[in-house]
């Protein structure tokens, strides 16, 4: 036997081999006989659904118990096609049905406590289980940070200042920072997993620990000098001048808590203004107690 005879062979058995999953590839062929009992109906509806992550979720992708278990037994709405005869899981109680489920993944920061969930932001707020393109991440109502600034335009506006992180498809999200679904961090920060502030996951050199460390509690945290979301000052700093940032602790007035630069220091000089073209190592060092590298 040549080889000329058994490639068309192999070729034969990938098509059969791709025949056996061809629903998946396949909606509208599919829709005939996936979901029975809901698509006669909603055939739109349960074509798209194939796929859909929820349509994973049954031993057979295209059984209707998929449907119902969302939408309660549609026993009695199959049979008349009355809208009240079914439910719709939104609002609260529709988070409910959808906790059943998710209890284990995002449940520990939903289940209750969160800022979206107590201020009644529910799930269909950011989520659209039917989305008209299932791939898209997480099924989100909106891509990227959107659904964020259209509720938030005071976070949003903050972006748009001049140094500020960048928000883009590809590239950071409010979600970057943020648990959307609540979570242990104040302001639902998000936090690395050994409890650290989100930022030092990306900019993990200002982690340490320093042998001589100043950020990271003993001069704050990062907010004690950075704007988060953007700022008109560079490197996002909450002031325009670093001295000034540096003498709201560095003043040995009591009631401050940084020591008083030396004397040698001339403070009406531009040359001490800027601290940080000495004190180079500002958020911490392994060499120099004075930060100088
Ligand atoms: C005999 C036809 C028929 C079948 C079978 C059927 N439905 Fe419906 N369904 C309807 C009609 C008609 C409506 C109302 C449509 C409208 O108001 O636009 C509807 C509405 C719905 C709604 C929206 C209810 C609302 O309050 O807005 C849901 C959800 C729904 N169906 C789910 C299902 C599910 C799940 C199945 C399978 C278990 C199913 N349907 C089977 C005819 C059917
Ligand atoms: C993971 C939960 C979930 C599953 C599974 C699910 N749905 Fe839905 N469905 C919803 C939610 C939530 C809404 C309300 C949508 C909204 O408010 O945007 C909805 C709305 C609907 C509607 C009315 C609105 C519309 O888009 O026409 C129909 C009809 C419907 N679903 C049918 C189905 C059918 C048929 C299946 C199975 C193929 C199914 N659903 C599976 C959660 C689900
Ligand atoms: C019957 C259990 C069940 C119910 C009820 C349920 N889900 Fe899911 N959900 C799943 C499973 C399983 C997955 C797939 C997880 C995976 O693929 O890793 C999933 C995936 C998701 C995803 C992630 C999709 C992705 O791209 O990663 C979102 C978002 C989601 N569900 C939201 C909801 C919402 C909103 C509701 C309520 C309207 C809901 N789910 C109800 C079981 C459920
Ligand atoms: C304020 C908007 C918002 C609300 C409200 C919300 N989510 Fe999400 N959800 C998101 C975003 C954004 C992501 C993507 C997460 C990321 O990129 O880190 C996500 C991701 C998910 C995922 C994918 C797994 C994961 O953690 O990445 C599931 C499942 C999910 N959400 C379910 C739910 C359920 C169930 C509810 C309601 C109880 C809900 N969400 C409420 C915005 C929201
Ligand atoms: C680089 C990380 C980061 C990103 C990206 C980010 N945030 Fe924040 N956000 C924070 C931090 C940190 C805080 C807490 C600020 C504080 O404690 O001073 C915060 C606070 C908030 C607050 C509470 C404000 C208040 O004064 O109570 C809201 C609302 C908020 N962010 C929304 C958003 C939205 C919407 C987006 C996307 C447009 C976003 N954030 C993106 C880090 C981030
Ligand atoms: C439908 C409107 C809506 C959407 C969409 C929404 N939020 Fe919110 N968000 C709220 C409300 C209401 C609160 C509670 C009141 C407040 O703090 O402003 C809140 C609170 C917050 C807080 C403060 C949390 C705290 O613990 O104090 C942050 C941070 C936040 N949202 C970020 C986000 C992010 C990130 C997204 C997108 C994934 C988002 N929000 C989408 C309405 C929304
Ligand atoms: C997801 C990764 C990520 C997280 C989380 C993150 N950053 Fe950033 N940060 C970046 C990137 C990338 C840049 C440079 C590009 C840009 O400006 O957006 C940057 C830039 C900066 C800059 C300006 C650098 C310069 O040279 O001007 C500061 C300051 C900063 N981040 C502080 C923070 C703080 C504070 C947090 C926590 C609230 C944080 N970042 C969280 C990725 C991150
Ligand atoms: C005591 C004030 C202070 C604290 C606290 C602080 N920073 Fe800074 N940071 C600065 C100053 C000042 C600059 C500008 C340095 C310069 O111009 O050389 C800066 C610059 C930066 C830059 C850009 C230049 C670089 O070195 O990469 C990033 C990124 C940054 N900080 C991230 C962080 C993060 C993340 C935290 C929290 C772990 C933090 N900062 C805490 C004062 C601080
Ligand atoms: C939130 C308060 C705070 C801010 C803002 C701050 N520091 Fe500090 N700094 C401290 C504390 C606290 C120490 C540790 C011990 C001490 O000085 O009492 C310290 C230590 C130092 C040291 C080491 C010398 C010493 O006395 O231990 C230098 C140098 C220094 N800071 C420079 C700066 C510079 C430069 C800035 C501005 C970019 C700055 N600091 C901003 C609180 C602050
Ligand atoms: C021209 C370089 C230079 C500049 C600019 C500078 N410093 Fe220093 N700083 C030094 C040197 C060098 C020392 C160590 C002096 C010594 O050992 O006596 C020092 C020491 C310090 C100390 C330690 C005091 C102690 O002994 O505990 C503090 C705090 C300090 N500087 C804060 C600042 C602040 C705040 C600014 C900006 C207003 C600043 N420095 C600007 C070079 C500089």
Same mark, same amino acid.
């Given at each position: 036997?040549?080889t000329?005879?058994?490639l068309?062979?192999?070729?034969? /058995?990938?098509?059969l081999?791709?025949?056996g999953t061809a ?9 005939a006989?996936?979901?029975s009992? %809901?698509?006669e %109906?909603?055939?739109?509806? @349960?074509a798209a659904?194939a796929?859909?992550?929820h349509?994973?979720?049954a031993?057979?992708p295209?059984d209707?118990a998929?449907?119902e278990? %969302?939408h309660?037994?549609?026993?009695a ?5 009355d809208a ?10 529709g988070a409910?049905t959808c ?7 995002i449940?520990?920061s939903?289940?209750g406590r ?5 201020a009644g932001v529910t799930?269909?707020?950011c989520?659209?289980v039917?989305a008209?393109d299932?791939?898209?991440p997480?099924l /989100? ?5 959107e659904a964020?600034?259209?509720c938030h335009?005071d ?9 500020a992180?960048k928000l883009?498809d590809?590239a950071?999200? %409010?979600?970057?920072c943020h648990d ?9 920060v998000?936090?690395?997993r @050994?409890?650290?502030?989100v ?6 050199d ?5 042998v ?6 003993v @001069? ?5 000098c950075?704007?988060?979301h953007?700022s008109?000052? =560079?490197k ?5 001048r670093v001295?000034?940032?540096c003498l =709201? ?11 008083q630069?030396?004397s /040698?220091?001339d403070?009406?000089s531009p040359r001490y203004q ?6 180079t190592?500002?958020h911490g060092?392994n060499?120099?107690p004075l930060l /100088?590298?």
């Amino acid at each position: 036997m040549s080889t000329s005879f058994r490639l068309p062979n192999v070729l034969g /058995l990938a098509v059969l081999l791709c025949a056996g999953t061809a629903w998946a590839a396949d909606p509208p062929d599919a829709a005939a006989t996936a979901f029975s009992g %809901c698509s006669e %109906c909603h055939d739109t509806v @349960a074509a798209a659904f194939a796929s859909n992550p929820h349509a994973r979720t049954a031993a057979n992708p295209g059984d209707r118990a998929i449907c119902e278990s %969302c939408h309660g037994d549609g026993t009695a709405h199959a049979a008349e096609g009355d809208a009240t005869l079914i439910k719709v899981p939104k609002g609260s109680a529709g988070a409910g049905t959808c906790m059943s489920c998710h209890q284990g993944g995002i449940g520990a920061s939903v289940s209750g406590r969160g800022a979206h969930s107590t201020a009644g932001v529910t799930c269909g707020e950011c989520h659209v289980v039917h989305a008209t393109d299932p791939t898209e991440p997480a099924l /989100l109502r909106t891509r990227g940070s959107e659904a964020c600034m259209s509720c938030h335009p005071d976070a949003a506006h903050q972006f748009g200042r001049p140094y500020a992180h960048k928000l883009g498809d590809n590239a950071m999200t %409010c979600a970057s920072c943020h648990d959307p679904h609540g979570g242990r961090g104040e302001k639902s920060v998000k936090q690395t997993r @050994a409890g650290e502030l989100v930022c030092v996951g990306c900019h993990t050199d200002k982690r340490g620990p320093f042998v001589y460390p100043h950020v990271n509690d003993v @001069a704050g945290d990062c907010m004690t000098c950075h704007q988060p979301h953007g700022s008109v000052n =560079e490197k996002r700093l909450t002031r325009s001048r670093v001295d000034q940032l540096c003498l =709201e602790c560095h003043t040995g007035t009591p009631g401050t808590f940084g020591s008083q630069p030396p004397s /040698l220091h001339d403070m009406r000089s531009p040359r001490y203004q800027n601290c940080t073209t000495c004190h180079t190592a500002v958020h911490g060092s392994n060499s120099s107690p004075l930060l /100088l590298k």
